[in-house]
């Protein structure tokens, strides 16, 4: 091995394998979109065409941001601090009612810019016009996980849900086979999806073989309104229709009892953790050290930006961290270790892309980032886990590569315009003020 299309080397590899492997004085050697090579070494011992010196810097496979509304981005700080199904009910529907697909794909470029910017290098989406979302991460060079959402009421984007399944069984044989676009079917939550919509979206994920995505046990106003009109509890009610399995990826889990954690781990259904959307909307807190602990798989993300309201994974593993803490009045909870791997390999696994990244490996795709250390708020380093948990940022990632492709050089985003997609970001925001009618 002594030639590669792009080396990366003088940092510290975090391999996140299996062993949790740390590799001081690493060097990784990229060809064409894969790992060649992973070691310690001089680069002398290997040439490339393009050369990282990561100037003692950490090297840790790209973060995965296991859910999230992209465009989302365009409501950004719209309506803060209000009850949950206040701020869906009259801000949230209202305005995603009036959106269209040119909307969609500038918030999600606006988004993407932000998640490689940020360290992110997969994201898993649920939204509308997803068509558009799968385009501007194509446009971005990010590996992502989309689907359209569904739901019984009337779409902007394809009016009656009959259409809907349609859509995203066309988003489904476009997509097929591509390097980086992985389609999901995903039906909203429990609440704004009658049985037959979840049993036919259900049939549908496992006709075509791709994951099924819901919103499950959000918040208590959820578990009131399915015992309401089924007497059970959210969980139950999606097993009893036959929903659960290793197929489906449940984002939130807040409100899960002991006996729905039973039933999640014994069907292998994958959770992800939200936890600053948790506490934003005043959700709660999701018993994630159970879940673990019980061996269900776990990811991280961020939710959509106008619960967050940001899309920066540091900021969520750090809260990830320091929540459960505070709860169990136990510091040893959720280390940082653990935390790393639901932002790498366990979200991989949650999206069923383990076989591809989130680790860094030889044989898997490149997706990988850089931190520069060499910064007043990260000297000195003892533990480089520590570091990535409670004290550095997304500004601190300073290159990222995906599928083998340069993102991100020096903080400079390669695939997209920045200047561009603000300038239109900030178009889209004059007509969320006229369709809200705030703010003048
Ligand atoms: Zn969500």
Redesign the pocket.
Known sequence: MNQADILVYNGTILTMDDQNKIIPDGLLAISGNTIHHIGRGEKGSVSAEKEFDAEGGLILPGLINC???AAMTLFRGLADDLPLMDWLNNYIFPVEGKMDDDFVRVGTLLACAEMIMSGTTTFCD?YLFEEEVARAAKEAGMRCLVGEVLYDFPSPNYGRVENGFIYTEALIERWNGDSLINIAVEPHSTFTCGVELLVKANDLALRKGVPLII?LAETRQELEEIDKRFGKRPAQHLKDLGLLGPHLIA??CVHVSKSEIELIADHKVSVVH?PE?NMKLASGIAPVPEMIARGIRVGLGT??CA?NNNLDLFGEMDMAAKLHKAQKLDPTVMDAQTIIRMATIDGARVLGFEELTGSLEVGKRADLIVIDINKPHLIPMYNPYSHIVYAASGHDVIHSIIDGRIVMEDRRLLTLDVEDIIGRSKEKSKKVREWVGVFD
């Open positions: 859910h999230t509304h649920m919103h984002d939130h939200d959307s939710d959509g619960s």
